[in-house]
């Protein structure tokens, strides 16, 4: 059983940073897809960024160059590192991974950016 804990939401300004966490719990973690998707108010979730089992990334066109996903193996964690954050940024941010066809949730995590 996978169980994902998010952290490190906020409100900021908009142009500051925020890393957000994901802690993941099991033994397979090095072995998974992990990604972070939103969800804005009255919009669909989407795909923020993703990174598969071997490192290999890929990002929204909307945060490419703002924002960085990495991995921890050793300590089964995730991290979404955020700058220059933009209001059009606010959102409840959601970490996920997947495990062949099988998709895990965490609770989610917001972040506010003023403007």
């Known amino acids: 059983q996978v169980q994902l804990v998010e952290s490190g939401g906020g409100l900021v300004q908009a142009g500051g940073s925020l890393r957000l966490s994901c802690a993941c719990s099991g033994s397979i973690f090095s072995f998974l897809s992990m990604g972070w998707y939103r969800r804005a108010p009255g919009k669909q979730r989407e795909l923020v960024a993703r990174?598969?089992?071997?490192?290999?990334?890929d990002y929204v066109d909307s945060v490419k160059g703002r924002c960085t996903i990495s991995r921890d193996n050793a300590k089964n964690t995730v991290y979404l590192q955020m700058n220059s954050l933009k209001p059009e940024d606010t959102a409840v941010y959601y970490c996920?991974?997947?495990?062949?066809?099988?998709?895990?949730w965490g609770q989610g995590t917001q972040v506010t950016v003023s403007s």
């Open positions: 990174i598969t089992s071997g490192g290999t990334t």
């Open positions: 996920n991974a997947l495990w062949g066809a099988i998709n895990y």
